[in-house]
């Protein structure tokens, strides 16, 4: 039974549609060069109207991987699809392992502490994880490749597709945890020092450090380049012609590229011009 008639799971009109208007997204983004409001991490405010971090962070992903797993089991019985081909599986697969890192382990069990979020910037990230979880889930329950003829002789490309997935995830969360090791390590200083006073630890939210391991030498938003660089693979597995696959990587780009330029800045108002050097935003050598 379906959770929404036509939406959920989408009929082939609706999943075409929002195929289609998700393309437009980096236009959405465009404020976002424009305005540097952005009340979320670093930037974050005190808005009465703030949400906690971690569970704003953890209900604003999961809808994400949820929606796709629901469409995945839903629509290929209503199309009569009786078995999806494993390139469709392991796509959506990569999918879910990807937010069940970022959606549930990332906030709620690894990272120390993170900023409040604005309900605004909730909303438009719950949105985000919609409209691209119908997207890729349509394409992977019925409206994509239904056969396993469909991905013949891509093997060779999905193997090297999935390598560049794996380096990528890898590599972000390599770098998400260098930035935790900076609160984990005040953590472990405010302890030693309340032990010797008597005094309470005090908390270690909106602490900020240079982070300087791994590419962090030579950007600031190395964790976001690698999470590209996965997306990137996640493309290659499905192939030129997947367009929700590149519509992911494309938009997370838009939305991503001018967070980081504005986070530069904030580094330099932070720490000033020669601690951050020349170190770029997020394109190693380029921006
Ligand atoms: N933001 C997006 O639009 C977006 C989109 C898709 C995927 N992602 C992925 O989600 C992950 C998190 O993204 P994000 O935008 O939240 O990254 P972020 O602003 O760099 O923050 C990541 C975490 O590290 C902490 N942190 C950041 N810089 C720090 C520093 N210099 N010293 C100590 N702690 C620091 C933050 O604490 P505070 O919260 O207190 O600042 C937060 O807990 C990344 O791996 C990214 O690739 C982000």
């Known amino acids: 039974m379906a959770l929404i008639q036509n939406w959920l799971p989408p009929s082939r009109e609706n999943w075409e549609?929002?195929?289609?208007i998700w393309q437009f997204?980096?236009?959405?983004?465009?404020?976002?060069?424009?305005?540097?409001?952005?009340?979320?991490?670093?930037?974050?405010n005190d808005s009465r109207l703030n949400l906690p971090g971690k569970w704003a962070w953890a209900?604003?992903?999961a809808?994400?991987?949820?929606?796709?797993?629901y469409i995945m089991f839903a629509l290929p019985k209503e199309q009569g699809i009786v078995e999806l081909p494993w390139g469709n599986w392991t796509m959506a697969g990569l999918f879910t392992i990807h937010y069940i890192y970022r959606a549930l382990l990332a906030p709620?069990?690894?990272?120390p502490s993170m900023s409040p979020i604005?309900?605004?910037?909730?909303?438009?990230?719950?949105?985000?994880?919609?409209m691209n979880s119908i997207s890729i889930g349509g394409w992977l329950a019925g409206y994509g490749p239904t056969t396993v003829y469909d991905w013949a002789g891509r093997l060779y490309i999905m193997e090297i597709g999935l390598v560049v997935w794996g380096w990528g995830l890898l590599a972000n969360i390599y770098h998400d945890d260098d930035l935790r090791e900076i609160r984990r390590a005040a953590d472990r200083k405010q302890r030693r020092e309340a032990e010797k006073s008597g005094k309470p630890p005090e908390k270690v939210d909106k602490v900020y450090m240079m982070p300087k391991n791994g590419l962090f030498q030579y950007v600031l938003y190395a964790h976001y380049f690698c999470e590209w660089i996965e997306w990137a693979g996640f493309w290659m597995v499905g192939g030129w012609n997947c367009t929700p696959a590149r519509s992911f990587l494309l938009n997370e780009i838009a939305?991503?590229?001018?967070?980081?330029?504005?986070?530069?800045?904030?580094?330099?108002?932070?720490f000033g011009k020669d601690k951050v050097g020349n170190r770029k935003a997020v394109i190693p050598g380029l921006l």
């Open 17 to 20: 549609l929002i195929c289609w």
């Open 255 to 270: 939305t991503m590229l001018p967070r980081a330029l504005q986070g530069r800045r904030w580094y330099v108002e932070k």
């Open 63 to 69: 809808p994400g991987f949820l929606t796709l797993l």
């Open 25 to 44: 997204f980096p236009l959405v983004t465009t404020a976002q060069w424009l305005i540097d409001w952005y009340p979320q991490g670093k930037t974050s």
């Open 108 to 111: 709620l069990v690894l990272n």
């Open 118 to 130: 604005h309900p605004l910037v909730w909303l438009l990230a719950v949105c985000f994880q919609l």
């Open 59 to 61: 209900t604003m992903e």
